[in-house]
Protein backbone atom coordinates (compact mmCIF):
# COMPACT_ATOMS: atom_id res chain seq x y z
CA UNK A 1 0.00 0.00 0.00
CA UNK A 2 0.91 3.62 -1.03
CA UNK A 3 1.71 5.79 1.68
CA UNK A 4 0.68 8.80 -0.08
CA UNK A 5 -1.97 8.18 -2.92
CA UNK A 6 -2.75 10.72 -5.34
CA UNK A 7 -5.11 10.60 -8.43
CA UNK A 8 -2.43 10.57 -11.50
CA UNK A 9 -4.65 12.33 -13.74
CA UNK A 10 -4.69 14.51 -15.87
CA UNK A 11 -7.17 16.66 -14.65
CA UNK A 12 -8.34 18.64 -16.83
CA UNK A 13 -10.32 22.01 -16.45
CA UNK A 14 -11.62 24.53 -18.26
CA UNK A 15 -10.50 28.10 -17.61
CA UNK A 16 -11.57 30.02 -15.17
CA UNK A 17 -12.97 26.70 -13.24
CA UNK A 18 -11.98 25.41 -9.66
CA UNK A 19 -9.68 22.14 -10.10
CA UNK A 20 -10.14 20.07 -6.88
CA UNK A 21 -7.28 17.65 -5.96
CA UNK A 22 -7.17 14.95 -3.41
CA UNK A 23 -4.59 12.78 -1.35
CA UNK A 24 -5.10 10.18 0.92
CA UNK A 25 -2.30 9.53 3.38
CA UNK A 26 -1.71 6.23 5.82
CA UNK A 27 0.52 7.36 8.52
CA UNK A 28 -2.09 8.42 11.18
CA UNK A 29 0.71 9.77 12.79
CA UNK A 30 1.22 12.71 10.48
CA UNK A 31 1.80 16.38 11.07
CA UNK A 32 2.49 18.28 8.74
CA UNK A 33 1.18 18.65 4.68
CA UNK A 34 2.06 20.22 1.88
CA UNK A 35 1.36 20.90 -1.65
CA UNK A 36 4.01 21.32 -4.00
CA UNK A 37 3.88 22.15 -7.91
CA UNK A 38 6.05 20.82 -10.25
CA UNK A 39 6.59 22.35 -13.65
CA UNK A 40 7.49 20.28 -16.63
CA UNK A 41 11.44 19.77 -16.48
CA UNK A 42 11.84 22.08 -12.76
CA UNK A 43 12.03 21.44 -9.42
CA UNK A 44 9.05 21.26 -6.77
CA UNK A 45 7.95 24.62 -5.49
CA UNK A 46 5.81 25.12 -2.58
CA UNK A 47 2.67 26.61 -2.92
CA UNK A 48 0.28 25.53 0.32
CA UNK A 49 1.47 24.21 4.02
CA UNK A 50 -1.52 23.09 6.83
CA UNK A 51 -0.96 21.67 9.91
CA UNK A 52 -4.16 21.51 11.52
CA UNK A 53 -7.92 20.41 10.11
CA UNK A 54 -9.83 22.46 8.26
CA UNK A 55 -9.47 25.23 5.96
CA UNK A 56 -5.82 27.28 5.18
CA UNK A 57 -6.70 30.08 2.45
CA UNK A 58 -3.48 31.78 0.34
CA UNK A 59 -4.73 33.26 -2.86
CA UNK A 60 -5.86 31.48 -4.90
CA UNK A 61 -5.47 28.69 -3.48
CA UNK A 62 -6.58 26.42 -0.31
CA UNK A 63 -6.06 23.62 1.83
CA UNK A 64 -8.13 21.23 3.40
CA UNK A 65 -7.16 18.64 5.78
CA UNK A 66 -9.06 16.72 7.61
CA UNK A 67 -6.62 14.24 9.70
CA UNK A 68 -9.79 12.11 11.04
CA UNK A 69 -10.28 10.75 7.62
CA UNK A 70 -6.81 11.09 6.32
CA UNK A 71 -7.59 13.53 3.79
CA UNK A 72 -5.75 16.57 2.29
CA UNK A 73 -7.29 18.18 -0.96
CA UNK A 74 -5.84 21.15 -2.87
CA UNK A 75 -8.69 23.57 -4.70
CA UNK A 76 -7.12 26.06 -7.08
CA UNK A 77 -9.99 28.81 -7.80
CA UNK A 78 -10.19 30.92 -11.01
CA UNK A 79 -7.60 28.46 -12.61
CA UNK A 80 -5.34 30.08 -15.55
CA UNK A 81 -3.38 28.05 -17.96
CA UNK A 82 -0.51 28.66 -16.16
CA UNK A 83 -1.79 26.76 -13.51
CA UNK A 84 -0.95 23.36 -15.76
CA UNK A 85 1.31 21.47 -13.71
CA UNK A 86 1.73 18.76 -11.77
CA UNK A 87 0.72 18.66 -7.77
CA UNK A 88 2.45 16.88 -5.67
CA UNK A 89 0.87 16.57 -2.24
CA UNK A 90 3.69 15.45 0.62
CA UNK A 91 3.14 14.38 4.27
CA UNK A 92 5.35 15.29 7.20
CA UNK A 93 5.41 12.02 9.52
CA UNK A 94 5.71 12.23 13.30
CA UNK A 95 9.60 11.14 13.71
CA UNK A 96 11.22 14.42 12.24
CA UNK A 97 11.60 15.58 8.94
CA UNK A 98 11.19 13.28 6.26
CA UNK A 99 8.53 13.84 3.59
CA UNK A 100 6.52 11.47 2.00
CA UNK A 101 5.35 12.65 -1.46
CA UNK A 102 2.51 11.31 -3.37
CA UNK A 103 2.87 10.32 -6.82
CA UNK A 104 1.39 13.61 -8.40
CA UNK A 105 -1.51 14.68 -10.12
CA UNK A 106 -1.07 16.35 -13.66
CA UNK A 107 -3.25 19.71 -14.15
CA UNK A 108 -4.26 20.70 -17.57
CA UNK A 109 -6.20 24.14 -17.62
CA UNK A 110 -7.59 25.08 -21.21
CA UNK A 111 -8.22 28.49 -22.21
CA UNK B 1 20.24 35.54 -5.41
CA UNK B 2 19.37 33.26 -2.63
CA UNK B 3 18.98 29.79 -4.13
CA UNK B 4 19.68 25.98 -3.87
CA UNK B 5 22.37 25.30 -6.42
CA UNK B 6 23.48 22.34 -7.90
CA UNK B 7 26.10 21.33 -10.18
CA UNK B 8 26.17 19.39 -13.23
CA UNK B 9 22.81 20.15 -14.51
CA UNK B 10 23.29 17.40 -16.91
CA UNK B 11 25.18 14.61 -16.25
CA UNK B 12 25.79 11.66 -18.85
CA UNK B 13 28.20 8.41 -17.73
CA UNK B 14 28.63 5.18 -18.54
CA UNK B 15 27.95 2.04 -16.49
CA UNK B 16 30.47 1.23 -13.65
CA UNK B 17 31.75 4.76 -13.52
CA UNK B 18 32.16 7.22 -10.13
CA UNK B 19 30.61 10.71 -10.36
CA UNK B 20 29.69 12.84 -7.83
CA UNK B 21 26.74 15.80 -7.50
CA UNK B 22 27.62 18.90 -5.48
CA UNK B 23 24.90 21.09 -3.79
CA UNK B 24 24.89 24.52 -1.97
CA UNK B 25 22.73 26.73 0.07
CA UNK B 26 22.70 30.65 0.63
CA UNK B 27 19.32 30.45 2.88
CA UNK B 28 21.26 30.20 5.73
CA UNK B 29 19.17 26.75 6.32
CA UNK B 30 20.09 24.27 8.73
CA UNK B 31 18.69 21.38 7.08
CA UNK B 32 19.84 19.77 3.81
CA UNK B 33 18.48 16.94 1.49
CA UNK B 34 19.13 14.90 -1.49
CA UNK B 35 15.59 13.67 -3.25
CA UNK B 36 15.93 11.29 -6.34
CA UNK B 37 12.86 11.21 -8.77
CA UNK B 38 12.52 8.56 -11.26
CA UNK B 39 10.94 8.38 -14.59
CA UNK B 40 7.67 8.11 -13.62
CA UNK B 41 8.25 11.36 -11.41
CA UNK B 42 8.25 9.84 -8.02
CA UNK B 43 9.77 11.62 -5.70
CA UNK B 44 12.07 10.10 -2.47
CA UNK B 45 13.65 11.29 -0.39
CA UNK B 46 17.64 9.51 -0.08
CA UNK B 47 19.59 11.40 2.93
CA UNK B 48 19.43 14.54 5.28
CA UNK B 49 21.29 16.51 7.28
CA UNK B 50 21.13 18.60 9.86
CA UNK B 51 24.00 21.04 10.86
CA UNK B 52 26.44 18.64 9.14
CA UNK B 53 24.86 15.53 10.90
CA UNK B 54 23.21 12.77 9.17
CA UNK B 55 19.33 12.13 10.39
CA UNK B 56 18.04 10.44 7.20
CA UNK B 57 18.93 8.17 5.48
CA UNK B 58 16.66 5.93 3.73
CA UNK B 59 17.19 2.37 1.94
CA UNK B 60 19.94 3.75 -0.19
CA UNK B 61 22.46 1.39 -1.99
CA UNK B 62 25.44 2.33 -0.05
CA UNK B 63 27.03 2.81 -3.50
CA UNK B 64 25.36 6.37 -2.87
CA UNK B 65 27.65 8.66 -0.14
CA UNK B 66 26.25 11.83 0.60
CA UNK B 67 28.88 14.05 2.15
CA UNK B 68 28.30 17.62 4.00
CA UNK B 69 31.77 19.63 4.71
CA UNK B 70 29.29 22.22 5.95
CA UNK B 71 26.05 23.41 6.91
CA UNK B 72 25.94 25.22 3.55
CA UNK B 73 27.04 22.70 0.74
CA UNK B 74 25.79 18.89 0.81
CA UNK B 75 27.39 16.69 -2.29
CA UNK B 76 26.42 13.11 -3.46
CA UNK B 77 28.95 10.88 -4.66
CA UNK B 78 27.78 7.44 -6.62
CA UNK B 79 30.03 4.81 -7.24
CA UNK B 80 29.88 1.86 -9.55
CA UNK B 81 26.83 3.49 -11.35
CA UNK B 82 23.87 1.50 -12.58
CA UNK B 83 21.21 2.06 -15.23
CA UNK B 84 18.80 1.95 -12.68
CA UNK B 85 20.82 5.17 -11.08
CA UNK B 86 19.59 7.16 -13.94
CA UNK B 87 16.78 9.99 -13.08
CA UNK B 88 16.66 13.35 -11.59
CA UNK B 89 18.86 14.25 -8.35
CA UNK B 90 17.15 17.14 -6.72
CA UNK B 91 18.87 18.92 -3.47
CA UNK B 92 16.57 20.91 -1.22
CA UNK B 93 17.09 22.81 2.01
CA UNK B 94 14.83 23.51 4.68
CA UNK B 95 14.55 25.63 7.96
CA UNK B 96 11.36 24.33 9.00
CA UNK B 97 11.06 20.69 8.15
CA UNK B 98 8.62 20.23 4.86
CA UNK B 99 9.06 23.70 3.96
CA UNK B 100 12.02 22.53 1.26
CA UNK B 101 13.34 24.67 -1.01
CA UNK B 102 14.27 22.41 -4.05
CA UNK B 103 17.51 22.97 -6.32
CA UNK B 104 17.21 23.03 -10.31
CA UNK B 105 18.03 19.08 -10.14
CA UNK B 106 20.67 17.10 -11.56
CA UNK B 107 19.20 14.80 -14.70
CA UNK B 108 21.65 11.88 -14.27
CA UNK B 109 21.92 9.62 -17.24
CA UNK B 110 23.61 5.86 -16.98
CA UNK B 111 24.08 4.14 -20.75
Known amino acids: QKEVEQNSGPLSVPEGAIASLNCTYSDRGSQSFFWYRQYSGKSPELIMSIYSNGDKEDGRFTAQLNKASQYVSLLIRDSQPSDSATYLCAVGGAAGNKLTFGGGTRVLVKP | DTAVSQTPKYLVTQMGNDKSIKCEQNLGHDTMYWYKQDSKKFLKIMFSYNNKELIINETVPNRFSPKSPDKAHLNLHINSLELGDSAVYFC??????????FGPGTRLTVT
Open chain 2, 92 to 101: ASSQRGGEED
